[in-house]
């Protein structure tokens, strides 16, 4: 058992947890601040001894589920998903350090259904209708504009959109520019001459006079539009389009990779195109399209006729 000094215990095991984040698995500080958030809160639950002393045998498969248990009853599914995720992550990296003998995040069970997904995708026609609610004609319409199909053609994040700058732009190649998004993957993306244009005429006829070098500004500040801008952006032109449901820039992102499967475009095709570094984190959109899975499944042995 390893014991750590008050002074270095829960406040040094997050900051070096934190550093795993960020210099080994690659994670952005976003991410970083909200699965610290949940670890500092299970440890300052656990340890409420005031000695000068933290064992790190309080850390058990017994407590880490009794923690799930008793969480917030009025925590929505999602906030319980992103502790438990934050949680085993966790674990995974006591496991690593050689601070515990085995890997507990097996005992944190899985929180929600991954078929919730599923149900926020747009249908060809809500999209349609989604895109037709900016007119185009004045320059916030355009902005508006080309920020719906960077997401929806592209399947961006909503950060990665609030980043672009304008030399992330090659038009001879078609192509944008990421980088600094989430695991830290640059990447080169092509854009099809809709979004070209699309982006071309804000620029040129919707974007602000500014020194400011991001591709999309606040056209009553001049200043860069942060992530939460281009999410707001997004719900405001959901409820203009009348489409229920969750009106965030993520749901968009759900539509491109479920439409690309629903094609028969290939996993490692999808998670490139968004950048997944994990293709198991792809494979959740395979799960919209049974049956076109099914026509393409091998048949067990004992099923093959001679």
Excluded at 114 to 137: G, I
Excluded at 188 to 199: I, K, R
Aim: charged share 25%; proline share 3%; hydrophobic share 40%.
């Amino acid at each position: 058992m390893k014991i750590i000094p008050l002074s270095n215990s829960i406040d040094g095991l997050v900051a070096e947890y934190q550093q795993h984040l960020l210099g080994n698995a690659g994670f952005t500080s976003g991410t970083c601040k909200v699965r610290t958030f949940y670890v500092r809160t299970f440890l300052e639950a656990l340890y409420k001894s005031k000695t000068r002393r933290f064992p790190l045998r309080k850390i058990t498969a017994k407590s880490l589920l009794d923690y799930i248990l008793n969480s917030n009853p009025r925590w929505s599914p999602a906030t319980i998903q992103s502790m438990a995720v934050s949680l085993r992550s966790f674990c995974r990296f006591l496991c690593a350090s050689g601070r515990t003998r085995g890997d507990l995040s097996q005992a944190i069970p899985t929180v929600g259904s991954s078929q919730e997904h599923f149900s926020v995708a747009l249908t060809h026609q809500e999209l349609d209708r989604l895109l037709a609610a900016c007119r185009k004609k004045r320059p916030l319409e355009k902005r508006d504009y080309a920020v719906l199909l960077c997401l929806a053609r592209l399947g961006l994040r909503a950060g990665e959109v609030a980043q672009l700058r304008l030399e992330d732009i090659d038009w001879r190649r078609s192509t944008l520019r990421l980088y600094g998004t989430k695991g830290r993957r640059e990447r080169q993306l092509p854009f099809s001459s809709e979004v070209g244009w699309a982006l071309a005429k804000y620029l040129r006829h919707g974007r602000p006079k500014t020194t400011a070098r991001s591709i999309f500004i606040s056209l009553s500040t001049g200043q860069s539009l942060s992530a939460d801008g281009i999410s707001s952006i997004v719900g405001r032109v959901f409820k203009r389009a009348g489409i229920s449901g969750r009106r965030g820039a993520h749901r968009l992102r759900h539509t491109v990779a479920c439409h690309l499967v629903q094609r028969g475009v290939s996993l490692k095709a999808v998670a490139d195109l968004l950048g997944h570094g994990d293709l198991a984190t792809t494979q959740i959109y395979a799960k919209v399209n049974l049956s076109s899975l099914r026509a393409v499944a091998m048949p067990w042995p004992k099923e093959a006729r001679s």
